[in-house]
């Protein structure tokens, strides 16, 4: 096999056990998503496992849902409101923070489509991000740059 190839293997192999070791949870897109809104904010980190309707709860009992999206990707999907605020974030292709919207669940309730024959409701994220307010990610895009960026 090519050692290219195995040391890829080797370094994503490290990457998952050491992000499962440190927060509990696999690592995905989802995750990595949910985990630095929790950090940006000062929540509680994730707990394992799926609670419907949010991923997050603050000291406060306000629930957050996170959306994970690309920022290429036209909609935001919605299957239910059993939460507080929704926080919309952005990847660059590097799986670091490229911007995190927030919006209360009445707003996306009110400006978002049924799409009845899916059981969802459907929001752009260009509509989400009109009316939602945007996160300053600063120190948390700061604080993840590598070392090589760096020097």
Not at 49 to 67: E, I, M, P
Request: glycine letters at 6%; a neutral charge.
């Amino acid at each position: 096999m090519d050692s290219d190839v195995c040391a890829a293997l080797r370094r994503t192999a490290d990457a998952f056990f050491s992000f499962r070791t440190k927060f509990g949870v696999e690592l995905s897109f989802s995750n990595l998503c949910e985990i630095y809104v929790a950090l940006q904010l000062g929540l509680p980190m994730p707990r394992k496992g799926n609670t419907k309707g949010f991923d997050l709860q603050g000291s406060d009992g306000a629930r957050y849902q996170v959306k994970g999206r690309d920022a290429s990707v036209l909609n935001v999907d919605i299957n239910n409101f059993d939460f507080d605020y929704m926080v919309l974030v952005n990847l660059s292709d590097d799986y670091r923070p490229l911007g995190m919207w927030k919006l209360e669940a009445e707003t996306i309730r009110a400006s978002s489509a049924e799409r009845g024959k899916f059981h969802k409701y459907q929001l752009t994220q260009k509509a989400f991000k009109q009316a939602a307010v945007p996160i300053d990610i600063g120190l948390l895009r700061a604080s993840l740059t590598s070392e090589e960026a760096r020097a």
